[in-house]
Nanobody
Framework: QVQLVESGGGSVRAGESLTLSCEGNGTARTLDPMGWYRQVPGKERELVAGITSDGNANYAESVRGRFTISRDNAKKMVYLQMNSLKPEDTAVYYC??????????????WGQGIQVTVSS
């Protein structure tokens, strides 16, 4: 199993930037894909961005062009660069990974969540 630890959240003003980091601790055969989700109270958790081990990225329409996801496979880390932040980006952000321990055993891991607050 891989434990995920997020960092980099905080409070910023609209238009500013933040970078979230997520480090995977533990061993796995594969970690693919890795991604970021977010959730606000009363709403379902939603995908923000995901990235495969060979660099294919997918973004929610609401963040495309403002957010950039990247990963370092050797370090088991995934990043989310968030530019031009808006108040509606305020949420708890979660890192998630889908992986395989062996060819026949898969798992999913979530981070503990990190708060991002954007004020107008």
């Amino acid at each position: 199993q891989v434990q995920l630890v997020e960092s980099g959240g905080g409070s910023v003003r609209a238009g500013e930037s933040l970078t979230l980091s997520c480090e995977g601790n533990g061993t796995a055969r594969t970690l693919d894909p890795m991604g970021w989700y977010r959730q606000v109270p009363g709403k379902e958790r939603e995908l923000v961005a995901g990235i495969t081990s060979d660099g294919n990225a997918n973004y929610a329409e609401s963040v495309r062009g403002r957010f950039t996801i990247s990963r370092d496979n050797a370090k088991k880390m995934v990043y989310l660069q968030m530019n031009s932040l808006k108040p509606e980006d305020t949420a708890v952000y979660y890192c998630k990974v889908d992986g395989r321990r062996t060819l026949w055993e898969s798992f999913s891991s979530w981070g503990q969540g990190i708060q991002v607050t954007v004020s107008s």
